[in-house]
């Protein structure tokens, strides 16, 4: 990109030069990345990337995505001739008599952008389809919004039956872009607060499909706001048989990042470790990298956009992920911090190398070729490369351990930015209490606490549509029988590895099942060791039913009310052992999920209390402990009991208790009067049994 003596009121001739210039750069670039993205895309995947936008273009009943109704937007801005067009038409089976009837007459839709790792080294066979469908302000009444968020809807579902692909498309308004506003794309996630850093990654990654060409692509980079919208200005007043201004959409300019959201940002990413930690830790070093080295090195997406004059097919030298890569490092370099640096290099290395969704790289494989290079910058060993290739095969804990030095280092940079900003104040737009409930609650999966059910490595909750888990039962390291959860191939072998996890209730095992979502409701998604001496499976598979339809409710699991947690669901298990063949009621075992998510469990000893009447009033009276500190609305409960006699009957006078409990002044006055006329007909009964042994 040339450089260009930013001016107030540039040149019209200068700047029609310099934006036809910029954009031939912009283009190659463009066909650069869409090159990597199919080339590297399956043939199914290939398909659905090439469908998208003629979907989005017409509305047809005999296409997914149709709407029923005639106010219904649709249409992409100057989409006819080009070669998504073409193709697609050809695909799908258009005919020229036809258009008139599934084409609109105004273009709805400004821009189709792609953005995220698609098209970039970081892109893999699972990659989502991150898009932006932009729309002038305005444009569009109530009705016709909610037209197209269906229409979007639709295309989404079917993308996602059809092909087994996640998409996302977002509708972007131009005016609210150009402000940084992203709330009606990211609703109340990240998008409220990350507004530069947002920005910026879109500037960065995005990928042009169709529509518009942002202005920002084809400006000189580093410009002022105030120059950039006179840059834009004097462009919308040019013509020419070369020059068309509706060819162009002003999305607004980027200076920098704001300080203010970047310790946000981290703590973002510190939630967004339980699915990929080593993804979040380069994404929170490059933050932190804005944060403190911005005004010397300058916003990645500038650096970017001024070499797009380089940019060559099949060359990585501009990718936007090994630029991201190279940044994230080069953090910890100038920090002087050599455990980061150390850290940051082996997630980029097992990012390249797909260690959450593995996959055979040949040697001639650009993220091969890639990773040898790195090796060999790095001075690294063998042994440390071997260790990093046979991730799949490290132990549980061993990957937890690794996560775990992830989660201390985002920790480290959350408190590196939010005490060298010198805030005293609460974070600007959480709807919480304050940072450090915000810290405690995004952190909660990682921490350790008394009885609280552990978190599985982010390995083990990626492959869990594709490995099924098996429990057994039997002794620990100390002779006491215990439950054991291992990998069950599709093949029926088992691993011989150390378990996944182990305990030595029934209930906890199951509960760390659906805690970390590894049951999806499949009978064939766990698999129980058939003895009988020990345990039934179909109980243990019905508990574990009963688990995920109580625990599985996502909607509820995290509460944006409440700065501290509270307790939200108890789900009760008298006998949670499920010992074959014994009906006495020797316990009952709990799980309590509070309103940040987390699970713990408590074993209630019953085997000492003979009254039975007793051992529920107690079942219950732990109940009501939790409910006392519940959510005010209350706290759910259930109370599954699978034994073959007294089941029911216990259940129902646990409930009864429960309820006696919750009458203000008068429930232990009524639970003891009912234990104590149980007691006197015990002791009537036995009296009676007497007076006849009497004769």
Known sequence: MTKVSPQHKPDPVLVKREILQNRKYFSTYNIARLRELIRHLPEEKLELFHTIPILLHINSPDLPGYVDHPQTPYGIHRFYGSGFWKLAKKRVGIERKNLGSISSKTFYIKGVYLMGSTGTIGQTDYSDFDYWVAIETGSLNNEQRGLLQTKLAKIKDWGRKAYDHDLTLFVVDLEQVRQNDFSGVYGQGSGPTQKSLLKEEFYRTFIMVAGQIPYWAVLPAGLSDAEYNAWVKQASLLSGDDFEPYDYVDLGNLTAIKGEECSEAVLWQICDARKDPAKALIKASLIAHNYSFQERDGLLCNSIKRRFSERRLDSYLLDPYLLAFERAINFYKSMGDRDGLNLAKECVYLRLRGYLEPSQLDENHPKRQILRRYAKEWSWSGNRVDRLESYDSWTEQAKLKFEGRILDRLSSLYELIFRSAGKARHLVDVPFDGSDVLKSRTSSPFEKKPAKVPRCSAYIRARRDSCAL???????????????????????????????????????VLGWIVFNGLYGGKPSGVVFQHVQSVVLPNRAKRLLQDLHGFFSDEAELISHMHSHPVWLKVFVAPNGDLISGDNTLRSADYLIQNTWGEIFFYSLGLKYIENNLLKCYNIAKQIWQYMQKAVPEGCEYRIRDFRTMHGAATVRTIKDFVKSLQEPGSGDLKAQEAIEKQQLQQDDTKSKGLLLDLF
Do not use: M
């Not at 029988?481 to 996944?500: C, D, I, M, Q």
């Open 470 to 508: 098996f429990i057994t039962c039997g002794q620990d390291e100390s002779g006491a029988n215990s439950w054991f959860v291992y990998e069950h191939s599709s093949s029926g072998r088992t691993s011989k590895n150390a378990p996944l996890f182990s305990a030595r209730e029934l209930l906890r």
